[in-house]
């Protein structure tokens, strides 16, 4: 029996770093809908998401 490839992370993990302040975060892609449907095949609807405490605090402030 062959091995098996790992299945990839559920999440996309993201750091930026800019200006000595660095933000991690993930992201989780989605593609709505079936196979066959061949409008919603083509949407892409990416999430992302503050990876801890520190990049909350940063994201917070920069919303309006």
Excluded: H, K, N
């Amino acid at each position: 029996m062959g091995r098996r490839a790992s299945a990839p992370p559920p999440f996309v993990p993201v750091t930026l770093r800019r200006d000595g302040v660095t933000i991690s975060r993930f992201t989780t892609p989605t593609t709505p809908g079936t196979p066959r449907d061949t409008g919603l095949q083509e949407m892409r609807i990416e999430c992302f998401y503050p990876a801890d405490a520190a990049s909350r605090r940063v994201l917070e402030r920069m919303t309006l």
